[in-house]
């Protein structure tokens, strides 16, 4: 499994961690029962703390991305439905910017309505 952490990037290296194992399950590059790296082997491969890569599993935990079983290992979920867990981290993600900014939850919700409805030429993808 090849991830990348690019060390000028404004994107926090657990966040790249976790972005790129949910490519590699989206790319069929991980399937569901794969077993990921170890904290300290995915750490010493790419240069990164062991505690960053741990940072990255736990919220990859959080989404239901992986499963955790002690000695066994983290591996890619069974019912991993990456787009649906993709979403939520996005969303887990927008919702800590958002706090960051002080933005109130309810103009925050409002700027994704309108960018989901395609007001302020904001989104338009093909479904």
Do not use: C, W
Request: proline share 4%; charged share 30%.
């Amino acid at each position: 499994m090849v991830v990348n952490v690019d060390r000028d990037s404004d994107i926090p290296p657990f966040e790249q961690i976790r972005a790129g194992i949910v490519l590699a399950i989206d790319a069929g590059e991980l399937a569901p029962g794969d077993r990921l790296p170890t904290v300290r082997g995915l750490a010493e491969e790419i240069g990164v703390a062991a505690n960053t890569v741990a940072k990255a599993y736990r919220e990859l935990e959080l989404d239901g991305i992986v499963e955790t079983h002690g000695r066994r290992g983290t591996r890619v979920a069974r019912d991993a439905d990456t787009a649906h867990r993709a979403a939520v981290a996005a969303a887990r993600t927008y919702a800590e910017r958002i706090l960051d900014l002080g933005i109130d939850p309810d103009t925050a919700l409002a700027l994704v309505r309108r960018a989901l409805d395609g007001g302020g030429g904001a989104l338009t993808r093909s479904r």
